[in-house]
């Protein structure tokens, strides 16, 4: 089979499994908090549970199936997709919200460095190219998600107030979305040959724990890794609270609030394939210091204006911002790693993205207890800031030619 033709499998796999999760997320699951009377804070948890799981997961899930397989991975994280959905249908108290959503993210946390590292490894030479090809598939389930979740919850109340009722319905029909998706996965999912030729646990395990340490000592992708986390940081933000600043402050509908979390995913999908080309041709570094300055303008800048024509300009900014960084950051890191460490390396650098994504929600949940908006939302885009800055100076400084010692010039 074509290398084409295994990331077209891949590509279809991995998009009917994303678009039931991206359903259920944005904007469904913070406006389902609400309406179960969750505070700032507890919605900031709910939004970031799923994502926490993937900090624990993500790097033993890509360095495990570095050895026992990587069809096997995506096989169980699809069983998730499909079946997990249903249990939002039961749920009448905002906390439980907490430890579904931690079951839920085990699926994004198998899924996103395994098939990673199988695009990678068909890839080639072309990473650049063919993980923002890949990354499209990502965004544009969030944004049909998004659009696709604010619809469902529009129709399913016709217009009106929505009820719990409501939520739990458009949830079944997650999880039906789900159930074919995995019935695709059975057939499609590509099989990727491991390097390993020991498949007993113990001997996988020993060397899982061997590739994840020397991915840890790797400077450059830890530097790489933290401007993703980052970003990741205020998507995980914009995902808990742009649809309550959006429907509670500004008094738009939660249709409205779909549009708007759409044209943030579907900028990124029209604009990273094009980022992901310019990445393999400049500095990744440099394209990723440019997105992050953008990402913290435009993200304090959803709280400064409540005209609607003005919001959805700073969404594409937003969008834009976002596919800068990630179609550099994960192509950097798949460039650094070796061959038979892909997995685990894919595997921290998700970890560390999670980690921001986790925090984003549950920093800015806890900052809305005490400040407004706009100061929560200025903060994080301050430290964004201070962050980016220190990184440009250490790219600066591992860039700069290191002199020679004075008595190797005489030899």
């Known amino acids: 089979m074509s290398n084409l033709r295994l ?32 505070s700032p804070p507890l919605i900031g948890i709910v939004v970031a549970a799923s994502t926490i799981t993937g900090i624990f997961l993500k790097a033993p899930a890509g360095a495990l199936s570095d050895f026992i397989g990587r069809r ?52 080639g030479k072309e990473k650049g190219r063919y993980l923002s090809l890949f990354a499209v598939t990502k965004i544009g389930t969030n944004a049909l998600g998004g659009l696709a979740g604010g619809w469902l919850l529009y129709i399913l109340s016709r217009g009106g107030d929505y009820t719990i009722g409501n939520f739990h319905t458009a949830y079944a029909i997650c999880g039906a979305l789900g159930i074919i998706a995995l019935f695709l996965a059975m057939f499609l999912l590509p099989r990727v040959e491991q390097y390993s030729e020991n ?10 724990r061997h590739g994840l340490g020397a991915t840890i000592k790797n400077r450059a992708i830890l530097m790489t890794s933290s401007m993703e986390s980052f970003q990741n940081m205020t998507m995980g933000a914009g995902m808990a609270f742009l ?91 798949a460039e650094l790693a070796s061959e038979r460490k892909l997995g685990a390396s894919l595997g921290v650098f998700g970890t560390i993205a999670d980690t921001g994504q986790a925090l984003g929600p549950i920093a800015v949940g806890a900052l809305l207890g005490y400040l ?17 800055a220190a990184y440009v100076i250490l790219q600066l400084k591992e860039s700069r030619p290191h002199p020679k010692p004075p008595w190797k010039n005489h030899q």
């Not at 007993?200 to 020993?206: E, F, P, S």
């Not at 407004?372 to 980016?388: E, G, K, M, P």
């Open 372 to 388: 407004s908006y706009f100061s929560s939302f200025a903060i994080v885009s301050i430290v964004i800031l201070l962050w980016t």
């Open 7 to 38: 990331f077209i499998n891949i590509s279809l796999v991995d998009f009917s499994a994303r678009l039931s999760y991206n359903i259920a997320r944005t904007p469904l699951l913070p406006l389902f908090a609400l309406a179960l009377g969750a």
């Open 243 to 333: 649809p309550i600043l959006v429907v509670q402050e500004y008094h738009f509908s939660v249709l409205q609030a779909g549009i708007l979390w759409s044209v943030i995913a579907g900028t990124s999908v029209v604009l990273k394939p094009v980022m992901g080309y310019l990445s393999d041709r400049v500095q990744r570094w440099k394209l990723i210091s440019l997105g992050m300055l953008l990402c913290a303008l435009s993200f304090v800048g959803f709280t400064a204006t409540s005209s609607y024509s003005f919001l959805l300009l700073i969404a594409v900014l937003f969008g834009w911002a976002e596919a800068i960084v990630t179609s550099s950051t994960v192509s950097y890191v």
């Open 72 to 123: 096997q991975m995506l096989l169980f994280g699809a069983c998730v997709f499909a079946f997990m959905p249903f249990s939002y249908t039961v749920v009448t108290v905002a906390w439980v919200l907490v430890l579904i959503r931690i079951a839920h993210g085990t699926a994004t946390s198998i899924y996103g460095p395994v098939a990673n590292a199988v695009v990678a490894e068909i890839a």
């Open 199 to 208: 498949r007993k646990l113990a001997d996988a395990w020993r060397k899982v």
